[in-house]
């Protein structure tokens, strides 16, 4: 089953993420990133998928910021298991048939993976995403891995998303840019978005260079 990507502005370019996909969501030290992985989490579980969410941050911390969230229609009761994990060497234990898996901090739970490793782990991923309809999101720090695995976690991933932000003239300029997506669309441009801590707005009106 898809679902929406409820993010104003991207939606009217990416309505849905349909099933059997694996994506990779990259920012910096920016928080839009985390944000925007609970937001699409939060939206599949509306539409009634449920939703793995594996994280190296605390429990009970991720509740609340679901929680604050996803107001004013939260999910249905018991839309999402939330685990724990200090690192992954294996997706297996979290494959389930038609549910979204989310890992937040990836790049930070697979550090110890070497590259050839990663790639028999993603590949793998990959196929359970196919044959039993689910859905992979991974949200990587850009420069926590080394060149050869983000070279893998980029050639095996089905769309790549990436939260820039820099100082400019006015202050600090935020930009999505897709360097890989499963349409080929978009590809390479600067998209200009505004986060605020509680909410992403995109604007397709303005050119970032």
Known sequence: MSFPVEVPGLDTIIPEIED???????????????????RLSLSAGRVGIPVTFVTSRDE??????????GEPDPP???????????????????????TLLTVDSFSYLTLNLPPAELASSLRRLRTACRTK???AILATD??????????VV???????????????????????????????????????????????????RRRVL
């Open 20 to 38: 059997g996909r694996l994506l990779v969501v990259e920012s910096g030290a920016d928080s839009a990133k985390s944000y925007f992985v609970r």
């Open 60 to 69: 009970i911390e991720v509740r609340s910021l679901l929680a604050s969230e």
């Open 154 to 204: 980029t050639h095996l991933s089905d769309g790549y998303l990436q939260f820039h932000a820099r100082e400019g003239p006015e202050g600090v300029l935020r930009f999505l840019r897709i360097p890989k997506w499963m349409d080929g669309k978009f590809v390479d441009r600067n998209i200009y978005y505004e986060f605020d801590g509680k909410r992403i707005a995109i604007d397709l």
């Open 142 to 151: 850009r420069g926590m891995l080394d060149s050869r695995s983000e070279a």
């Open 76 to 98: 249905a009761d018991g839309w999402i298991r939330i685990l724990e994990r200090d690192g992954i060497d294996s997706f297996e234990d979290l494959e389930s048939t038609g």
């Open 133 to 135: 309809r689910m859905t």
